[in-house]
């Protein structure tokens, strides 16, 4: 069992939980992730490590709440345990020095991308991270990132905080403004991940993307994180979950991602007609 050290609600909807995990903390890298399952019921999700500590012996998770499993992880307390928790699993990101980096991050993707800012930074390349939510009160981490980077660009689509607009509007004017990309990594939701490829693109930018497929035993056995990357079928687990944003199928992606909509909507309707809430 893997106990709650800490629990967080950083936003609405996206919420930080710290378990103990010593194992999985000892040889955690940046870009990786674990596969929980709450109980033995449970089913079997993707979660990217946000931070670990190796002397605590523990891990950090921020997870957006999208179904059954993310609503009852948000609703544990400190104390209460996850059943399974396995990994750290995929290859882990390629840290090197490029030159300048940039780190962008939407929803979850926000704390996911601290690791890899931080590990580039320590590397020698100058970072530019660019955050985004839909308003000023979904934004986290601000001052997080701001401290591995050597530039934080901040947008909201409302515009009711810094920037309005987003991501690929910023990725535009770091290109208008004259300063060579050598690296883009993206992570947070698949949309978000395919306008910034989109917006690299024109400009040969080397654009890494973080897959979050669909998974079930992340040991490339199930088959059910399959993307179609440069015409070849791979596996996000096993495979990525890190990969060349322009050489993604997005449609075939954001498509799979859609494949379990119903019965996420009956697992949500059973768990409360059996006397679930959240507390
Ligand atoms: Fe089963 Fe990747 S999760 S093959």
């Given amino acids: 069992m893997y106990k709650v ?21 000892k040889k955690a890298r940046p870009g990786q992730f674990v596969i929980i399952a709450i109980d033995e019921r449970g089913e079997r999700v993707p979660l990217t490590i946000a931070d670990w500590d190796r002397e605590g012996g523990s891990i950090t998770m ?26 750290p699993l995929g290859i882990p990101t390629h840290i090197d020095r490029f030159g300048t980096v940039v780190c962008v991050g ?12 931080r590990a580039m ?8 991270s660019i955050i985004e939510a839909r308003s000023r009160y979904l934004l986290f981490w601000e001052e997080e990132l701001g401290r591995v980077s050597d530039q934080l660009m901040v947008t909201t689509g409302d515009g009711s905080y810094a920037a309005q607009g987003w991501i690929p509007d ?3 004017r770091i290109i208008d403004g004259g300063e060579k990309i050598d690296l883009l990594v993206a992570l947070g939701c698949t949309y978000m991940m395919k306008l910034c490829s989109e917006a690299s693109r024109p ?3 080397k654009t890494i993307v973080h897959l979050n497929s669909i998974m079930v035993d992340g040991t490339g056995m199930c088959g059910s994180c399959r993307v179609s990357v440069g015409g070849e079928t791979k ?29 996420e909507i009956h697992s949500l309707r059973e768990w ?8």
């Fill in 203 to 205: 400009f040969g930018i």
């Fill in 170 to 172: 910023q990725i535009k």
């Fill in 62 to 87: 921020v997870f957006m709440e999208v179904g059954t499993t993310t609503q009852r992880l948000a609703s544990l307390n400190v104390g209460d345990s996850i059943a399974h928790l396995v990994g």
């Fill in 106 to 117: 939407g929803c979850y993707g926000i704390a996911a991308m601290m690791p890899i800012a």
């Fill in 5 to 25: 050290l800490f629990k967080q609600d950083l936003v609405p909807n996206i919420h930080l939980v710290k378990v103990s995990a010593p194992y999985v903390a």
């Fill in 272 to 279: 409360e007609s059996q006397g679930w809430r959240r507390t």
């Fill in 121 to 128: 930074k320590e590397q020698g390349n100058r970072v530019i």
């Fill in 235 to 263: 596996f996000a687990c096993v495979d990525g979950p890190e990969f060349d944003g322009h050489q993604v199928d997005w449609d075939l992606l954001l498509s799979r991602q859609r494949g379990y909509q119903d019965e």
